[in-house]
């Protein structure tokens, strides 16, 4: 079974984000990369499967600058056999329709896949649509959510956990699931994980390879843009209440004003 997973390189969540002030980008220089948690998660399930399937190989693909190689090493060093990597100056900007649709065609060049694994949501967009999107696009069952993964033969089963409640749902290979933060505890590299992620292969592609054309992506072609942001404004200092008999009531005056009560 050859499993794709999709990875992505985000801003540390316990960094500040910034955007650009010029475009509305997200500024990704500002602030220190990661690979994502949730694509963390996304790889393990990836790795467990391959442990319960003799044969199995799992390749890693993301779409983003040149820097986005460290967490294709991170997720090399968990034990993914090899990545492709998509990176053109085009890409900056893109919406997340156009980043559905890169992708698609991204996976397109890995021969012969039978899985794509991803993460619900990235932490720094937020959309929770780009794994339903590209099943659409490239025509397979989408199944999302899983909490778990089982894999049969050329049958999938997942049990899919929401607010809503818990669905099992089945489909033919191939498909793309995308996993939530309850699935696994992700694996930690080991030092001859690491070494070992030095050495095993990264395919660096362009648009021209993946069969993109220019006009299918970037800022400049987005169906969403940002318009206008502002700074988030700095805390308020509290308000402090001398109780002098009447605190209680002062207290709950207030809350009414702030709307909380």
């Given amino acids: 079974m050859n499993i794709v997973v999709l990875v992505k390189q985000v801003p540390d969540t316990y960094s500040e984000r910034k955007l650009n002030p010029s475009d509305g980008t997200l500024d990704r220089d500002a602030t ?6 949730i694509n963390e998660r ?3 399930a990836a790795l467990q499967l391959k442990e319960a399937n003799d044969g199995s190989e799992v390749t890693v693909l993301t779409m983003g600058p040149d820097r986005a190689t460290d967490a294709i090493r991170k997720a090399l060093s968990m034990g993914a056999d090899k990545a492709v990597h998509l990176s053109d100056e085009a890409l ?3 919406d997340v329709v156009q980043t559905a649709r890169a992708l698609a065609k991204a996976i397109g060049t890995v021969e012969g896949y039978d899985l794509v694994v ?3 949501e990235a932490s720094d967009g937020r959309s929770a649509a780009v794994p339903a999107m590209v099943a659409d696009l490239l025509g397979v069952p ?5 909490r778990e993964i089982t894999v049969d033969g050329s049958t999938i089963t997942v049990k899919r956990e929401t607010d809503d409640g818990v669905t099992h749902l089945t489909a033919e290979l191939p498909a793309v699931v995308s996993v939530g933060e309850k699935i696994n505890e992700p694996r930690y ?7 070992a992620a030095k050495k095993k292969p990264v395919a660096s592609i ?3 390879d993946a069969g993109i054309d220019a006009s299918e992506v970037g800022l400049a072609n987005a169906l969403s843009t940002v318009t206008t942001s502002s700074p988030k404004p700095p805390k308020s200092a509290g308000e402090k209440v001398e109780d002098e008999g009447d605190g209680g009531s002062r207290i709950a005056a207030y809350l009414v ?3 909380l009560i």
Avoid: Y
């Fill in 32 to 37: 220190d990369a990661v690979l994502d948690e």
């Fill in 42 to 44: 996304a790889v393990e």
């Fill in 92 to 94: 900056r900007g893109s």
């Fill in 118 to 120: 991803a993460g619900n």
């Fill in 142 to 146: 989408a199944l999302t959510h899983a």
């Fill in 189 to 195: 590299p080991s030092f001859k994980g690491i070494m």
């Fill in 206 to 208: 362009t648009l021209a």
């Fill in 257 to 259: 004003a702030q709307k």
